[in-house]
């Protein structure tokens, strides 16, 4: 039997983006991937940071740095389906806020196929329609079976997304707690920012609603709790944009996920293994968006793979380092996580409504020392939002650290 230099467990963004990282060094990688096709069935509202679209390593192909050359790209079949120069954000009737970080939605499952090409291009081995079952310990690495078969490999890294299968096959703790999104895609372009919807007192159960311009099409979609009813939330959303009359047949398409909501899980590796990606609990839990995040990670573990195979050296404390290669990047400072537990479980919809008057008609992009000390102001003049002024901090902290980071 072969024995695989590292076995991925995934064929999402996480796992080709590891797989890349460990090809590029001539290493033999294999790709278990339970569907029969790359980047289906989508899950995904397709929004992602210009800025780390151009900068992280592993990212499909654009062979410039000239935003000029992604709006010329934009013209041609590409996966960059539009690039949008602002979001809004709408608190409730209150308050509109704007912000300029230039972003891009893409075509999730073409990106996907993308980065797939651009792996089996550098000799990486991909096995489609095989589901991973059980992985056992064998000496010198793993054995992971499949619904295919039984495979052997030094290191396994598991990319599996939401559900963390393999990260409770090692005994590892996986997320805690999840949300679930949904979404419409709705044909005609009916904005031209990403929106963002923080309407507590109208949507109980959602967390956020989003409305984001395909080339084309516009993907409409809602956050809210696991134990939520999504498509009547959504419903309801769709109904509150002004689409009094829609039809089930006026929608292109609907799809549908769940999102890691715990923050990154405690302990990401052991002997032979690591996670990466959602499946680690690697999402910005206040936008609940992964792609950069996971192909950020899954770079480093697969750095860390490539490092503890040239020292042939697979134990818990050489994996650790790939914790310790994370540890320092934004998207793992804990101020998201406590950012989430405030707007999400302990603002009320009456606080959030009051903030988003406050920032009605601003750019929030980054608040400067003026706006600081107009919020200062605007909060001596309510007592209730006077003791909530620290969270509101947090929540401006946690949102400046995961912003880039992905909706
Ligand atoms: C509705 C929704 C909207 C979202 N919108 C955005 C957005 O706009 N922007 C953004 O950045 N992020 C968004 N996200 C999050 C983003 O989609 C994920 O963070 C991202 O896909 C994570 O990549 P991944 O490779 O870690 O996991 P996935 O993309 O989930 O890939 C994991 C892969 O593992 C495979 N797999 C699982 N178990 C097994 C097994 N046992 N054997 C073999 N294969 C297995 C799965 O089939 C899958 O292909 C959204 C998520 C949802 C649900």
């Not at 339970?34 to 899950?43: F, K, M, R, S, T």
């Not at 295919?148 to 559900?163: L, Q, R, T, Y």
């Not at 963002?196 to 109208?202: A, G, H, P, R, S």
């Not at 993907?219 to 498509?231: E, M, Q, R, W, Y």
Request: hydrophobic share 40%.
């Amino acid at each position: 039997m072969i024995v695989y230099d590292v076995l991925i467990i995934g064929g999402g963004p996480t796992g080709l983006s590891a797989a890349t990282t460990i090809a590029k060094k001539g290493l033999t990688t294999l790709i278990i991937e339970e569907h029969p096709i790359i980047g289906h069935p989508l899950a995904c509202g397709e929004g992602i940071s210009a800025n780390k679209l151009l900068s992280l390593k592993n990212m499909p192909k654009i062979d410039t740095q000239l935003d000029d050359e992604i709006l010329r790209l934009q013209q041609r079949e590409s996966f960059i389906e539009r690039v949008i120069n602002a979001q809004r954000f709408f608190f409730g009737k209150q308050g509109v806020a704007t912000a300029k970080l230039q972003t891009v939605t893409i075509n999730r499952p073409l990106f996907d196929q993308l980065m797939a090409k651009q792996a089996q291009d550098l000799g990486v081995e991909v096995h489609l329609g095989t589901q991973v079952i059980s992985i056992n310990r064998k000496e010198g690495g793993l054995t992971v079976n499949t619904t295919n078969g039984s495979h052997e490999a030094k290191i396994v890294i598991g990319c599996d997304g939401p559900s963390a299968h393999s990260v409770k096959m090692m005994g590892l703790q996986p997320p805690t707690e999840y949300v679930q999104g949904v979404e419409y895609k709705i044909p005609g372009v009916l904005t031209d920012a990403l929106d963002f919807y923080f309407d507590f007192q109208q949507f109980k159960d959602m967390h956020y609603g989003w409305v984001f311009p395909k080339k084309n099409h516009t993907n409409i979609g809602v956050v809210v709790n696991l134990a939520s009813k999504p498509i009547k939330v959504l419903n309801q959303f769709l109904r509150h944009l002004g689409f009094n009359n829609y039809h089930e047949k006026d929608i292109l398409a609907k799809i549908a996920g769940i999102i890691p909501a715990s923050g990154p899980i405690r302990k990401n590796y052991c002997e032979h293994y690591m996670a990466a990606g959602d499946a680690a609990g690697l999402t910005n839990t206040i936008f609940y968006g992964g792609i950069a995040i996971g192909i950020h990670s899954g770079m480093l573990a697969g750095q860390t793979a490539v490092e503890a195979l040239e020292n042939d050296q697979f134990d818990d404390q050489k994996m650790s380092e790939y914790q310790e290669k994370l540890r320092i990047f934004p998207y793992m400072d804990p101020i998201i996580q406590h950012a989430h537990e405030i707007l999400y479980n302990k603002f009320s919809a009456k606080d959030i409504e009051t903030f988003g008057s406050w920032v009605d008609g601003w750019d929030i992009t980054t608040l400067n020392s003026f706006q600081k000390f107009r919020l200062f102001l605007k909060a001596l003049r309510s007592p209730s939002m006077l003791k909530k002024f620290g969270d509101a901090r947090i929540i401006a902290h946690g949102f400046s650290k995961s912003r880039d980071w992905g909706f």
